[in-house]
């Protein structure tokens, strides 16, 4: 069966180790399109914290956002689909957080918007340890609120997802287990090793990719997908071929259909072209 799709993830997967998009990687995408192969846009990120290189790519025109919460239309800009938390898992989401004080940061999203705890994104704009890319990104895409609490609470019933940002391994691990026994109705993962995102139960990366596809009236089988987190690991299983990039998570890995190389040498390009010419 001919791929239709090839959907992607961008940070550490389509995006070269300074989070940008590579000249490679752009020609590999509008090749996609010209060849009839959808290429699709598959984020934990917002949809308003998308690279604008990316979405002025020509051939590049959907994209599933905050880990499937969103599906969009990015020329013309609209949400197509999209799945908001519900107020009670919102409340049991903060409650849970106020159990350990100032050792979780919350974000919160609205309408593909970003919005930050202002502590967090101070203590984040001055950690050495922190890419200057990374900053970049941040200052670009985050809405500083003075209080993220307020804030969600005035905002409770149009949520796209929450984050838990934890800088201490072992509290991560025990927030992953009491969010699967204590909060309803909720889909959660990891993108990166200090960042818990949250969204409604049917979420995911996989749910995103299944909507997409039945959007554009093609069969999952039909798709491609590549990722390297564990954000990932549920569209790589899902789709009908997955890749995972060498430098992904385990999950990611252990999900993938087949592993290619880094993110660093443009290896979904390379990979995208084999597909383009195995189609042909």
């Known amino acids: 069966m001919n791929i239709k799709m090839v959907a992607f993830d961008l940070d550490d997967t389509a995006l070269d180790g300074h989070g940008q998009l590579t000249d490679k990687t752009r020609d590999a995408f509008t090749a996609a399109a010209e060849a009839g192969i ?14 604008e290189e990316l979405l002025s790519v020509p051939g590049i025109r959907y994209a ?13 800009k609209k949400c197509l689909r999209s799945f908001t938390l519900r107020e009670h898992s919102v409340r049991q989401i903060v409650s849970l957080a106020d159990d350990y004080g100032d050792r979780i940061y919350l974000d919160a999203f609205t309408e593909g918007v ?15 340890r922190i890419s200057e890319h990374r900053k970049a990104y941040l200052r670009r895409t985050r809405r500083p609120e ?6 969600i609470a005035d905002n409770k019933t149009r949520l796209d997802c929450m984050n838990y940002n934890v800088f201490d391994p072992v509290l991560f691990d025990e927030l992953m287990d009491r969010l699967g026994r204590e909060v309803e109705d909720i889909y959660f993962t990891s993108s990166i090793p200090e960042l818990i995102e949250i969204s409604y139960k049917d979420c995911g990366k996989a749910n995103g990719l299944i909507k997409m596809c039945e959007y554009l009236g093609m069969d999952i089988s039909e798709a491609a997908a590549f990722g390297n987190a564990d954000n990932d690991a549920d569209m790589i299983r899902a789709a009908g071929i997955g890749y995972a990039v060498a430098n992904s998570s385990k999950e990611a890995l252990d999900a993938a259909d087949e592993i290619i190389g880094p993110n660093t040498a443009d290896s979904v390009a390379d990979t995208i072209m084999k597909i383009i010419c195995k189609n042909s």
Request: glycine share 4%.
């Open 38 to 51: 959808e290429p699709v846009i598959a984020s934990g990120r917002s949809f308003y914290s998308l690279p």
């Open 64 to 76: 599933i956002c905050s880990n499937g919460a969103n599906l969009f239309d990015v020329k013309e």
């Open 114 to 128: 970003p919005h930050s705890d202002r502590r967090l994104l101070d203590t984040l704009l001055n950690n050495d």
């Open 146 to 151: 003075d209080d993220i609490r307020q804030f």
